[in-house]
């Protein structure tokens, strides 16, 4: 067989083995939101398409349920802590790189290497922290936690992109007249942009979907966040299925929209921020 013979064979293999790998990861996915909608007789129905719809698995969850509760609380804990994580994240960053601090290189290496223990691990020593503190069974408890596993990295990304940044350009904002602070905000910020959509993208994803920190954190029922409410739905002697499929489809609609609007600039910021 010639190459060019060759070439529409591969291409077609290739785009068959692309199509089986999205059908195999979006068929759960649209399994879950089909559950939800299901009728409570056709639950376990192998259907790929409903030929019928019902929404009184949403109606049992918002109105019988404190899915609503659970909602608020991870609102509430995953803004803080992305906001807290950006927030702190790139001053840091800039001054690890602009304020010639003694053993950078040490401190941004010791700060990828404390995010590689896993979250378990540290569920425990933080609770006992938080504890000593008076912060425990809070949702002031679970933002620390979150930030104690998103900060690092976020310092992390945000000094990748810093060390590349061409500060001369700051440099001649001073001379402009403006103010270290407004060339950060005039000048750096734009620039580095699609490494702050990043870091908040990553730690609203930490925050949104984390279990083992609420589960450990938390004791009160109002006070728990969409994770670990969902799984207390589940008791051990029923299981509402459609309710559970109902409650996931809208945990995952912030995700969903998240990526659809921001999934190029999270793409671009860990790219750019790794070979720039």
Not at 5 to 21: D, E, N, Q
Not at 119 to 130: E, G, H, K, Y
Not at 164 to 174: C, S
């Amino acid at each position: 067989m010639s190459l060019r013979k060759f070439l529409p064979v591969r291409s077609g293999v290739i785009a068959s083995l692309v199509a089986g790998l999205v059908i195999y990861t979006l068929f759960p996915v649209y399994w879950m939101v089909v559950s939800s909608v299901r009728e409570k007789a056709k639950l376990f129905s192998t259907e790929i398409f409903p030929d019928a719809f019902s929404f009184e698995s949403y109606r049992t969850i918002l109105t019988l349920t404190d899915f609503p509760t659970y909602y608020l609380n991870s609102i509430l804990v995953t803004i803080a802590t992305t906001l807290m994580t950006i927030g702190l994240a790139t001053p840091m960053a800039y001054a690890l790189v602009r304020g010639k601090v003694p053993g950078a290189m040490l401190v941004v290496r010791a700060m990828l290497f404390a995010y590689m223990f896993p979250a378990m691990l540290l569920a425990i020593p933080i609770q006992v922290f938080l504890v000593h503190v008076g912060f425990d069974d809070s949702l002031i408890s679970l933002i620390f936690a979150y930030s104690s596993f998103t900060l690092p990295l976020g310092v992390w990304m945000m000094w990748s992109f810093l060390k590349r940044f061409p500060f001369e350009i700051e440099e001649a904002a001073w001379i402009d007249g403006c103010s270290r602070w407004k060339a950060i905000y005039l000048i750096i910020l734009p620039v580095t942009m699609p490494g702050v959509i990043s870091v908040a993208i990553f730690s609203f994803l930490l925050a949104w979907s984390d279990f083992v920190f609420s589960l450990i954190l938390i004791s009160r029922d109002e006070l728990k966040t969409l994770p670990y409410g969902l799984s207390s739905i589940v008791t051990a002697y029923d299981a509402d299925w459609g309710v559970i499929m109902a409650g996931s489809t809208m945990i995952s609609l912030p995700l969903l929209a998240l990526f659809i609007f921001l999934g190029r600039y999270f793409v671009a910021g860990l790219s750019a921020g790794a070979v720039k």
